[in-house]
């Protein structure tokens, strides 16, 4: 989503300020600006589109500016154009702001102030902060009090960045509900809304928390809370390497991502479980090591999930787990819908929050909501809280109790793929480690399962190196398709619609995700010749049920496309085209079937020649509602 860099020091702000925002990019983005200071003087930069055309306004410009911010926005309020992309500006120019988030009392304030004379240029809700901060820096003693009294007016998500024209040494940044982090170099500071942008200069880095305002200027970083006391932060070291945010090769960050998930898969496993477990010699502990706190497993009776996109297919797959494997009740709940309409509370439940970048608000903002109301009351209906996230630094590790850690690297395109793969597996832990708990399977089973899972990194391996060529021959014959269907039914029913999404988030086709006994109910109605239908087959429990779900789409002429692990030849004489998936478990299928689903959703993407990486519309990290 929007995208924050800043930068004070004694190099070309400009340069500093253009690649940052090449590490934002991924996040999604329709227009990108910056403003700099110079001489008493704020020079602002805006273009629509991508990077590049803001790229192009600043050839032949010599800016020697070594302060400024930069931005790229996705739109909430106002189109984008370039009237309403950042820095927006106050009337005489002398404040530039950059914000992520939305300010919920924007026409409040802008009727305010369009009374007492502001002349506003945009429809955003941003650019009402810099006439506010404006309005207060004839009565501060500096930028850093103007920004402090003007937030006070603000509700809403936000996190900004500010500079002024006559305060060439100052570069203010707040935070409430919107992330933000400050890197710190020598002689030189810079602040981002995502660790992407600093890592190419600095390793040490702050994170802001909600409530906090920080002035960085050449000399140092002071960082306050919006009541004025200041506050002292230690600086983490980042252990990131540069190379993580490059394509190594790859055509695009999406396929690197999916070509990675074998190592995902295996350092999960080395983070998660005990290699030297065995159910006879070591029946005292559980193989699973999560860290969990004790009074989480404490008569627990009941687990909710709340996730959003991928992050809630996922989640689905957890709750199979959960329920079949140690029959703890668990619902999913999108996090948008349940913060407004919660579950009835129930005692001794476990809510969980997925969410691979820990920064989409609707999920901060549903376990925040459930953190609030279980506090009120009493011991056995206390929130227990734990959150799945791939970003150990971000907003959501300050919402909950535990985090588990998805060790999956960053990840740069915006369908997620290896991601997802990582929750799986830490919904398998955390099964197995409950399932341990409360002795809900025999031990040897346990280990069965665990011996099966140190079996799938090469499993997906395998897959790739014999699938891949196939996938992207078949994809060509879809690159005009206007409509799929996925079909799937129990633990694969969620990689159908995982498989739907990633196809209609990147290639634009319209695709549907169906539990495969559910299609006579509907879709069936929307099948012919011209729309392929994707079968998840795994054998196991639903395998022949699942079978006869797709001849009954075979009877109304569909092209049918069957994931399955079944011999060729039976395969043949039903599916037309058959994407094959190395023998395994029906219980751990999900972690191979979702391979194939998403090649052929970037195959038939990189065939129609579509932006992959950063598809239309779509940001990696959603913070505002
Ligand atoms: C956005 C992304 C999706 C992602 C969803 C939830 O919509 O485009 O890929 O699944 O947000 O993100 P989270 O970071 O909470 O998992």
């Given at each position: 989503m ?9 190099k070309?702000a ?5 690649s ?5 990019e991924?996040?999604?983005y329709?227009?990108?600006g ?14 629509k589109g991508k ?17 400024g911010i930069?931005h ?13 992309a950042?820095?927006?500006l106050?009337m005489n120019?002398k404040?530039?702001v ?12 802008r009727?305010?102030?369009t009374l007492k004379?502001c ?5 955003t809700?941003?650019e ?22 003007a ?17 060439p040494?100052e570069l203010i940044v707040?935070?409430q ?8 170099g020598q002689g030189e500071?810079?602040?981002a809304?995502?660790?992407t942008?600093?890592i190419?200069?600095t ?16 000399l ?8 004025g006391?200041?506050?002292?932060k230690?600086?983490r ?6 190379m993580?945010?490059?394509k190594?090769?790859?055509r695009h960050?999406?396929l ?6 074998p190592s995902?898969?295996?350092?999960c496993?080395?983070a998660?479980v005990?290699?030297?477990w065995?159910a006879?010699?070591h029946p005292d502990f559980?193989?699973i090591n999560?860290?969990l706190p ?19 297919h996922?989640?689905?797959i ?5 329920e079949q494997v ?9 996090a ?5 309409a ?11 929050g997925?969410t691979?970048?820990?920064?989409t ?8 909501m459930?953190?609030?109301r ?6 056995q209906?206390q ?7 791939n970003r150990?630094?971000s907003?959501?590790?300050?919402a ?7 060790h999956?690297d960053?990840?740069i ?6 991601t997802?793969?990582a929750?799986?597996m830490a919904?398998?832990c955390?099964?197995?480690?409950l399932?341990?708990h409360r002795?809900s ?5 346990l ?9 799938l990194?090469?499993a ?6 014999e ?8 994809a ?5 398709t ?5 079909l ?23 695709a549907e ?7 006579k ?5 929307l099948?012919?010749s ?8 795994m054998?196991?429990?639903?395998y022949e ?11 109304r ?7 399955t692990s ?8 039903i599916?037309?085209?058959i994407l ?6 029906e219980l751990?299928?999900?972690?191979l079937?979702?391979?194939p ?14 932006d ?5 519309n779509?940001?990696?990290s959603v913070?505002?509602e």
């Amino acid at each position: 989503m929007c995208g924050i860099v800043g930068y004070i020091g004694t190099k070309i702000a400009t340069d500093i300020l253009i690649s940052g925002l090449e590490r934002l990019e991924y996040r999604g983005y329709d227009s990108a600006g910056i403003a700099t200071v110079l001489e008493g003087k704020i020079t602002c930069i805006r273009a629509k589109g991508k990077l590049f055309n803001l790229r192009e306004k600043l050839e032949n410009q010599v800016n020697p500016s070594q302060i400024g911010i930069g931005h790229t926005r996705w739109a909430t309020h106002g189109k984008p154009e370039e009237r309403n992309a950042h820095p927006h500006l106050d009337m005489n120019e002398k404040v530039a702001v950059v914000q992520n988030g939305i300010i919920e009392n924007y026409r409040e304030l802008r009727q305010e102030l369009t009374l007492k004379g502001c002349k506003f240029l945009s429809d955003t809700d941003t650019e009402v902060i810099p006439h506010l901060i404006a309005s207060y820096l004839s009565e501060s003693s500096s930028l850093l009090e103007a920004v402090q009294k003007a937030i006070t007016h603000l509700t809403g998500a936000f996190a900004i960045a500010v500079i002024g024209a006559d305060y060439p040494d100052e570069l203010i940044v707040a935070r409430q509900q919107a992330p933000l982090i400050l890197g710190l170099g020598q002689g030189e500071f810079f602040c981002a809304s995502d660790i992407t942008a600093l890592i190419p200069h600095t390793h040490a880095v702050v994170t802001l928390d909600n409530g906090e305002i920080a002035r960085l200027t050449p000399l140092g970083l002071e960082i306050y809370n919006f009541e004025g006391d200041r506050i002292k932060k230690q600086p983490r070291t980042l252990n990131w390497s540069p190379m993580l945010v490059e394509k190594q090769g790859f055509r695009h960050y999406m396929l690197k991502e999916i070509h990675e998930q074998p190592s995902v898969v295996r350092t999960c496993l080395e983070a998660y479980v005990n290699g030297a477990w065995n159910a006879e010699r070591h029946p005292d502990f559980s193989p699973i090591n999560l860290g969990l706190p004790a009074h989480f497993y404490d008569d627990l009776q009941r687990v909710d999930i709340l996730a959003c996109g991928t992050s809630w297919h996922a989640a689905l797959i957890g709750k199979y787990l959960l329920e079949q494997v140690t029959g703890i009740p668990t619902n999913v709940h999108y996090a948008s819908e349940y913060r407004y309409a919660p579950a009835p509370i129930t005692p001794n439940t476990l809510t969980i929050g997925v969410t691979q970048s820990g920064e989409t608000a609707d999920t901060l903002a549903a376990i925040e909501m459930e953190k609030d109301r279980r506090n009120l009351l009493e011991k056995q209906f206390q929130p227990r809280l734990l959150g799945i996230t791939n970003r150990p630094e971000s907003s959501i590790v300050h919402a909950v109790d535990h985090i588990i850690n998805l060790h999956a690297d960053i990840e740069i395109g915006v369908a997620a793929t290896k991601t997802f793969l990582a929750q799986v597996m830490a919904f398998y832990c955390l099964t197995l480690d409950l399932a341990y708990h409360r002795r809900s399977l025999p031990l040897e089973r346990l280990q069965e399962i665990i011996e099966q899972l140190y079996k799938l990194p090469f499993a997906i391996e395998t897959l790739i190196q014999e699938q891949e060529k196939k996938i992207e021959q078949l994809a060509h014959e879809f690159a005009e398709t206007k409509d799929f269907i996925f079909l799937g039914r129990g633990i694969n029913f969620p990689i159908a619609l995982e498989g739907a999404l990633k196809l209609k988030e990147i290639s634009y086709i319209h695709a549907e995700g169906y539990p495969a006994g559910e299609m006579k109910h509907g879709p069936i109605a929307l099948l012919d010749s011209k729309v392929p239908v994707v079968t998840i087959a795994m054998p196991g429990k639903v395998y022949e049920k699942a079978l006869s779900n797709a001849q009954e789409a075979k009877a109304r002429d569909a092209r049918l496309i069957g994931v399955t692990s079944m011999n060729q030849k039976e395969a043949e004489t039903i599916f037309n085209d058959i994407l094959v998936v190395p023998e395994v478990e029906e219980l751990l299928s999900p972690i191979l079937t979702v391979i194939p689903l998403q090649l052929l959703a970037y195959y038939i993407a990189a065939r129609r020649g579509l932006d992959v990486d950063q598809p239309r519309n779509l940001a990696k990290s959603v913070t505002v509602e």
